[in-house]
């Protein structure tokens, strides 16, 4: 079953979401970065190219040509991945390919409307008996 992990109060979700896909690539997982806003999906890809080159990881939208080829996808598809080892849920619902994932990150910021709607996915996913943890990403006082 797949094991969920809620990361509350980030301070930026983007570079977050970058430096657990740097962590994923450390550990040789295949990862899909799910969103299905475009847009989204163009700035997470923009700040993985910008990065620092000793950094570097490779990744693609779902849609390239290249997508069975790469250990990072960003979209909504996760069939061209040799493995579902982990999803980062960037969007508002539960992926409907949650299933198929040994690992669930959500990533929550501290605004009203996301957490109202991390609030909501925890109930979903709660009430379908997947294990959850929580982790708060606010300085302790």
């Known amino acids: 079953m797949t094991r969920i992990s809620f990361y509350f109060n980030a301070d930026d979700a983007l ?11 450390q550990q040789a997982l295949c990862c899909l970065v799910y969103t299905d806003d475009a847009a989204l999906a163009m700035q997470i890809d923009q700040q993985l190219w910008s990065a620092e080159p000793l950094s570097f990881v490779p990744h693609t939208l779902c849609e390239d040509a290249n997508a069975s080829e790469t250990p990072i996808l960003i979209g909504t598809q996760p069939d061209p991945l040799p493995r579902c080892d982990l999803l980062i ?4 619902q539960p992926p409907a390919c949650l299933a198929r994932f040994d690992r669930l990150i959500e990533i929550v910021t501290r605004e009203g409307a996301d957490r109202e709607k991390a609030r909501e996915r925890y109930r979903h996913y709660q009430s379908r008996g997947y294990p959850i943890e929580s982790h708060d990403l606010a300085p302790a006082a």
Do not use: E, F, P, V
């Not at 570079?15 to 690539?25: E, S």
């Not at 849920?89 to 508002?92: D, K």
């Open 15 to 25: 570079d977050l979401t970058r430096r657990l896909i740097g962590k994923a690539r």
């Open 89 to 92: 849920n960037l969007s508002a």
